[in-house]
Structure formats: structure tokens, C-alpha cells
């Protein structure tokens, strides 16, 4: 059964950092790219950032370039996402999910999704 669980969620002042975790299993994590996504209350779900399956290649929304790292740990079945200079405008719920492309960025490429985990960026 495929399943992706994130973590490291929490309450962060601006400015400040932290680091999302999304533990897969089921599949085999270097087959598949593993996107992180965010929807904030009223708004839609946008895509972050993405790694490949093939070489790593990563992908950033413009918003995060610069501040947010994506990366992966095949052998602990790991996608992080490293967030800094957060501000209060990336406030959401974060989610990591998993597509069989090379690369991919629609929600609608992904196919598993996990069940997000809170980030919020308040003084």
C-alpha cells in the first residue's frame, strides 16, 4: 500500500526556518518524483517544489526560489524540504506527494498524496 506521511510542521516565527519530512512507503521512492504542495484557507492547492525519479533535477515555484530546498534520502525512503525566511504569507498546509513522471508539477499528475501537515508563520 502507498502511503506518504509529512512532518515537522509547527509554529515558527517570521524570518524563521524549519523542515518538512515526507516518509514514503509502499513504493520504491527513487521511481518516482515527489512533489510538495500548500494550500492556504481560501485559497487553492499550489505546487512548492518537485524532484525528479531520474536525476534529482529539483523545481521551485518562484515564491520559495531561494528559500526552500527540496532533497532525498532513497535509503530512508525520505523527501525533505528545507523552508527559511519564512513569512507569514506561506502559512498552510503542506503536502508531499508522488508521481510515476520523470518530473511532474499539476496536482493531477500526482497520484498519491499524503495528508499535509501544518506550517504556521506567526509573531
Known amino acids: 500500500q502507498v502511503q506518504l506521511v509529512e512532518s515537522g510542521g509547527g509554529l515558527v516565527q517570521p524570518g524563521g526556518s524549519l523542515r518538512l519530512s515526507c516518509v514514503v512507503s509502499?513504493?520504491?521512492?527513487?521511481?518516482?518524483?515527489i512533489g510538495w504542495f500548500r494550500q492556504a484557507p481560501g485559497k487553492e492547492r499550489e505546487g512548492v517544489s518537485c524532484i525528479s525519479s531520474s536525476d534529482d533535477s529539483t523545481y521551485y515555484a518562484d515564491f520559495v526560489k531561494g528559500r526552500f530546498t527540496i532533497s532525498r534520502d532513497n535509503a530512508k525512503n525520505t523527501v525533505y524540504l528545507q523552508m527559511n525566511s519564512l513569512t507569514p504569507e506561506d502559512t498552510a498546509v503542506y503536502y508531499c506527494?508522488?508521481?510515476?513522471?520523470?518530473?511532474?508539477?499539476?496536482?493531477?499528475?500526482?497520484?498519491?498524496w499524503g495528508q499535509g501537515t501544518q506550517v504556521t508563520v506567526s509573531s
Open positions: 509502499g513504493f520504491r521512492l527513487d521511481y518516482y518524483a
Open positions: 506527494a508522488a508521481s510515476v513522471l520523470l518530473i511532474a508539477w499539476r496536482p493531477d499528475d500526482f497520484g498519491s
